[in-house]
């Protein structure tokens, strides 16, 4: 394994850490009083300068994107979640889009490429993606209960869906709906996925649902939606019926790890503002930077950011040279320890601010509640260690 920035990644990473410089920090103070479901007022410009400086879709590997491996892209992402409620989505490589559009690429058929995949790429239209719902437990996605029913020429879909991310995005205009097809198949064959316009008659979306307090708006807002006897074509199906559960799959592995790669970012970002902190603050007549307690949260912090680097970066050089099943161990591993370890190294930061770490002063709290929450987004924690520990126990398993 080799981490060594190559010539490519290293171009990529100058140009993006000078559009953080230039454009990103100074439009972040715009952030403390935007408090809508819509987009933040800069971001169209961050859009055009990010266009201009040819950083565009670098999440999406081939011709469609900027022809990145994951492990040419991990850096990148990592410098965006330094930032992510602006960097990512000013990049067109922001959730839920960045996993609608791998689904659509990898998946979708021609028409559903142009009508679709065309303009989320060009960031003309933002998407939504629902899953979750409220009545099940929507951490097994086999117990998904929306229905989605053949009728002749036509899907009928009715269900109950929430935290649906994406859907308050006033420029939300298509919804990949996942739902089950065949309740009596075997138990990873019954769901399929579809497309659904916002537009379509009988989607109703009912309420947007905040996080700790925040609207998400770097997910587009999350929202309650019903769907109540809504008729689209049998055309939008993507892929076959049965297929749902496998495009899930795989839809959330590099989503899995593009989350981890901006969660690094977002930990050296609390661990600056941790040490300017200390080294400007003097509480009873010594320096907060020579409390033996706040050291050691430094030093602690600086180890586990590099421990959860080097494992995001072998999984990002697995995905890249043996596949996504064969580096599934790996990928569940970050998804365990990357957000805990970003929570815990927030948490110290605001401990290090005092009261000014809880508000929108700094960018603090907003990233505490981001890497809390995604300790339960694609797949909770005990989830991925419950299937992690049986991978490990077959393997002994085998050798008896």
């Given at each position: 394994?080799?981490?060594?920035?190559?010539?490519?990644?290293?171009?990529?990473?100058?140009?993006?850490l000078a559009f953080m410089d230039e454009h990103v920090y100074p439009a972040e103070p715009s952030l403390a009083s935007h408090d809508?479901?819509?987009?933040?007022?800069?971001?169209?410009?961050?859009?055009?300068?990010?266009?201009?400086?040819?950083?565009?879709?670098?999440?999406?590997?081939?011709?469609?994107?900027?022809?990145?491996?994951?492990?040419?892209?991990?850096?990148?992402?990592?410098?965006?979640?330094?930032?992510?409620?602006?960097?990512?989505?000013?990049?067109?490589?922001?959730?839920?889009?960045?996993?609608?559009?791998?689904?659509?690429?990898?998946?979708?058929?021609?028409?559903?490429?142009?009508?679709?995949?065309?303009?989320?790429?060009?960031?003309?239209?933002?998407?939504?993606?629902?899953?979750?719902?409220?009545?099940?437990?929507?951490?097994?996605?086999?117990?998904?209960?929306?229905?989605?029913?053949?009728?002749?020429?036509?899907?009928?879909?009715?269900?109950?869906?929430?935290?649906?991310?994406?859907?308050?995005?006033?420029?939300?205009?298509?919804?990949i709906v996942m739902g089950k097809t065949d309740p009596a198949a075997a138990r990873h064959v019954q769901q399929s996925m579809i497309?659904?316009?916002?537009?379509?008659?009988?989607?109703?979306?009912?309420?947007?649902?905040?996080?700790?307090?925040?609207?998400?708006?770097?997910?587009?807002?999350?929202?309650?939606?019903?769907?109540?006897?809504?008729?689209?074509?049998?055309?939008?199906?993507?892929?076959?019926?049965?297929?749902?559960?496998?495009?899930?799959?795989?839809?959330?592995?590099?989503?899995?790890?593009?989350?981890?790669?901006?969660?690094?970012?977002?930990?050296?970002?609390?661990?600056?503002?941790?040490?300017?902190?200390?080294?400007?603050?003097?509480?009873?007549?010594?320096p907060l930077a020579e409390q033996g307690v706040v050291q050691d949260w430094i030093a602690e912090s600086r180890v586990r950011i590099?421990?959860?680097?080097?494992?995001?970066?072998?999984?990002?050089?697995?995905?890249?040279?043996?596949?996504?099943?064969?580096?599934?161990?790996?990928?569940?591993?970050?998804?365990?320890?990357?957000?805990?370890?970003?929570?815990?190294?927030?948490?110290?930061?605001?401990?290090?601010?005092?009261?000014?770490?809880?508000?929108?002063?700094?960018?603090?709290?907003?990233?505490?509640?981001?890497?809390?929450?995604?300790?339960?987004?694609?797949?909770?924690?005990?989830?991925?260690?419950?299937?992690?520990?049986?991978?490990?126990?077959?393997?002994?398993?085998?050798?008896?």
């Amino acid at each position: 394994m080799d981490f060594d920035f190559d010539a490519k990644t290293e171009d990529y990473r100058k140009r993006l850490l000078a559009f953080m410089d230039e454009h990103v920090y100074p439009a972040e103070p715009s952030l403390a009083s935007h408090d809508g479901w819509e987009p933040p007022a800069v971001l169209g410009g961050l859009q055009t300068a990010a266009r201009a400086a040819g950083l565009w879709n670098l999440f999406l590997p081939g011709a469609n994107g900027a022809g990145l491996t994951n492990l040419q892209y991990a850096p990148l992402a990592e410098i965006t979640g330094r930032s992510p409620s602006l960097a990512p989505a000013a990049l067109n490589c922001a959730a839920p889009d960045t996993g609608n559009m791998e689904v659509l690429n990898e998946f979708g058929s021609a028409e559903q490429k142009q009508q679709w995949l065309e303009p989320l790429l060009n960031g003309s239209i933002r998407s939504a993606f629902a899953m979750t719902e409220p009545g099940v437990a929507s951490s097994d996605a086999t117990n998904i209960g929306t229905r989605i029913v053949r009728d002749g020429d036509s899907y009928v879909i009715n269900g109950h869906k929430f935290y649906i991310s994406g859907a308050m995005n006033p420029n939300c205009k298509i919804f990949i709906v996942m739902g089950k097809t065949d309740p009596a198949a075997a138990r990873h064959v019954q769901q399929s996925m579809i497309l659904v316009p916002r537009d379509t008659p009988g989607v109703r979306v009912e309420r947007g649902m905040r996080v700790f307090g925040y609207t998400d708006g770097d997910h587009g807002g999350h929202a309650e939606v019903f769907f109540d006897d809504v008729r689209v074509p049998a055309s939008s199906l993507i892929g076959e019926e049965g297929s749902g559960f496998a495009i899930s799959q795989a839809r959330l592995g590099p989503g899995r790890i593009h989350h981890c790669m901006r969660l690094i970012g977002m930990a050296e970002r609390a661990l600056e503002l941790m040490c300017t902190r200390a080294l400007a603050r003097t509480p009873f007549g010594k320096p907060l930077a020579e409390q033996g307690v706040v050291q050691d949260w430094i030093a602690e912090s600086r180890v586990r950011i590099e421990q959860a680097r080097l494992l995001v970066l072998k999984a990002a050089w697995l995905m890249d040279t043996v596949g996504n099943k064969g580096a599934h161990t790996e990928i569940q591993s970050i998804k365990i320890i990357v957000p805990s370890t970003t929570e815990w190294i927030i948490d110290k930061a605001i401990q290090a601010h005092g009261a000014a770490g809880v508000g929108q002063d700094t960018p603090l709290a907003a990233l505490w509640a981001g890497a809390r929450t995604l300790r339960l987004a694609d797949g909770p924690d005990e989830v991925h260690k419950r299937s992690l520990a049986r991978r490990e126990l077959n393997r002994y398993r085998s050798e008896k």
